[in-house]
């Protein structure tokens, strides 16, 4: 890949630019091997002009949180895109209507609506991803998803065209979007209702009980593997999970959470590998058990 455009760009923005830069920090299995570029632009204007440069000569991937990809630890042939902190905004637009930037932190945006008294997005609260991830993988939990609070999304497309497409031009399914893959979520809009602050609060306190309670913390997991499938007797993926693969099950330091089986962890120093054979075995076994082709909430990036 010629990089002397790239690298003469590098040297007239603020932003960062890293050649050959390590990922494995950067995502919450601490999986990963190095990119060939990694760019954090300062603002929406870099973005632009290093998409126009960079072109089509490569992959590109747009990481937010880090919280929902396996990432190989391989060299990744492209360039991944982590927004700088000028996308990271909140504002209201009117008393229940907010914008918040792509790379702003779900929980900060349930945060920042519990303080301006704004109810609907508490749910938000017990995401560990950030509003564009959420918005591509239509995040949610406790029956509630982006879908029911979203009003509009602002993105560039790979080319650095900016688009602004209403959520009831999308058409949102469990865990996704018929949204373009090349498409880099700048912000979203969202609207709530009008509430008190301490019963926003009472429901945040709520809610993070049921996932204390529910899901492990505090260990290097990528949160729910496998969607919870269709047609499955009303059972939740981490009870057929339970069902069909032995508790003990390892591959190198990949294993299975003994809190929530639809949690792997990487126990020390798992590798891609690893990882990937534990979720291969395990699809294997639910599909001998139960016949369920088990669909991955997890991101592949390879």
């Known amino acids: 890949m010629k990089i002397d455009d790239i690298l003469s760009f590098s040297k007239n923005i603020n932003g960062d630019i890293f050649f050959d830069y390590n990922i494995k920090n950067l995502n919450w299995f601490n999986i990963g091997g190095n990119t060939k570029i990694f760019f954090r632009p300062e603002n929406l204007n870099e973005l632009i002009n290093f998409l126009k440069i960079y072109k089509n000569r490569g992959k590109i991937f747009i990481l937010g949180a880090g919280s929902n990809i396996l990432m190989t630890d391989k060299t990744y042939d492209g360039v991944i895109i982590k927004l700088g902190k000028r996308f990271n905004n909140i504002s209201k637009l009117n008393e229940n209507t907010i914008i918040a930037g792509g790379n702003v932190l779900d929980r900060k945006l349930s945060e920042y609506c519990e303080e301006h008294e704004i109810s609907g997005l508490e749910f938000l609260s017990c995401i560990p991803g950030t509003i564009g991830g959420g918005i591509k993988m239509n995040s949610g939990c406790y029956n509630k998803e982006f879908k029911d609070i979203l009003v509009s999304i602002q993105a560039l497309d790979f080319t650095g065209s900016l688009i602004t497409i209403p959520a009831n031009k999308i058409h949102f399914h469990y865990r996704g979007t018929n949204l373009d893959k090349k498409l880099i979520f700048l912000s979203g809009t969202f609207k709530g209702i009008k509430s008190?602050?301490?019963?926003?609060?009472?429901?945040?306190?709520?809610?993070?009980?049921?996932?204390?309670?529910?899901?492990?913390?505090?260990?290097?997991?990528?949160?729910?593997?496998?969607?919870?499938?269709?047609?499955?007797?009303?059972?939740?993926?981490?009870?057929?999970?339970?069902?069909?693969?032995?508790?003990?099950?390892?591959?190198?330091?990949?294993?299975?959470?003994?809190h929530h089986a639809n949690f792997f962890v990487n126990k020390k120093n798992a590798s891609f590998d690893d990882m990937n054979k534990l979720i291969t075995f395990v699809k294997d076994q639910v599909k001998q058990k139960y016949n369920i082709n088990l669909e991955l909430e997890v991101e592949i990036i390879n």
């Open 196 to 258: 008190e602050k301490s019963k926003i609060s009472n429901e945040i306190i709520r809610l993070k009980k049921i996932k204390s309670d529910t899901q492990p913390s505090k260990i290097k997991t990528s949160g729910s593997t496998f969607k919870n499938p269709v047609n499955s007797n009303n059972l939740k993926v981490w009870e057929i999970i339970r069902k069909s693969v032995p508790p003990d099950i390892q591959f190198g330091d990949a294993m299975i959470s003994d």
